[in-house]
């Protein structure tokens, strides 16, 4: 599967304005436009309803930081080894934090990690939602709660977790690749 993105063989579609200004935008940002985006680029509005729900979710008003975020994502897609999502998410976690130890223990096994109890309930929720989501009960989101998130915050955890177990599975049935330059980076 060198130099190929997916394992689908779909054309790019006709791009629209704003869509090639977001990829302008990531080039300049990033140094490279995301493979996912271009994964998605057959279908410009797909592409742009799956931009508009990332963008929200990571990069919004939250009582989330960046940083915590990335680390729902790469607790998720540790459980679901999503190669895409781990290579991609861990390198963020690796620029969020400045620590390239981090990010490596978040895609290993984040409980490794010397994590806030605040952080490590965050990321024990995100999980149990990706693993046994019918066994989320009251005491979950009050123990949430308990470690200082407020309801908001729940709700982005829980969606920012289940943004990615839907990433991680469109990811793994296309066998989508990262960026070869996610690699390198923050290390």
């Known amino acids: 599967m060198t130099g190929k993105i997916t394992a689908l063989d779909l054309a790019a579609g006709e791009l629209s304005e704003p869509t090639k200004a977001y990829f302008a935008k990531c080039e300049e940002k990033l140094g490279l436009v ?4 271009k994964a998605y680029a057959f279908d410009d509005k797909k592409l742009r309803a799956f931009t508009d729900m990332y963008n929200d979710l990571m990069l919004g008003e939250s009582g989330l930081s960046k ?4 680390m729902i994502a790469v607790a998720v897609s540790s459980i679901n080894h999503c190669y895409y999502c781990l290579t991609a998410h861990g390198a963020a976690v690796r620029q969020l934090s400045g ?5 490596e223990m978040m895609v290993m096994n984040f409980r490794a990690a010397d994590l806030s109890p605040k952080q490590t309930a965050m990321l024990e929720f995100a999980v149990k939602l990706t693993e046994e989501p019918a066994r989320i009960v009251e005491a979950d989101r009050a123990a949430l709660r308990q470690a200082g998130f407020s309801d908001r915050d729940i709700w982005d955890i829980a969606s920012t977790a289940a943004f990615f177990n839907m990433s991680n599975r469109v990811a793994a049935a296309i066998d989508m690749r990262p960026n070869d330059e996610y690699h390198a980076m923050a290390r």
């Open 67 to 70: 940083l915590e975020r990335e």
């Open 34 to 37: 995301p493979n996912v985006l």
């Open 99 to 103: 620590d390239p130890l981090l990010g």
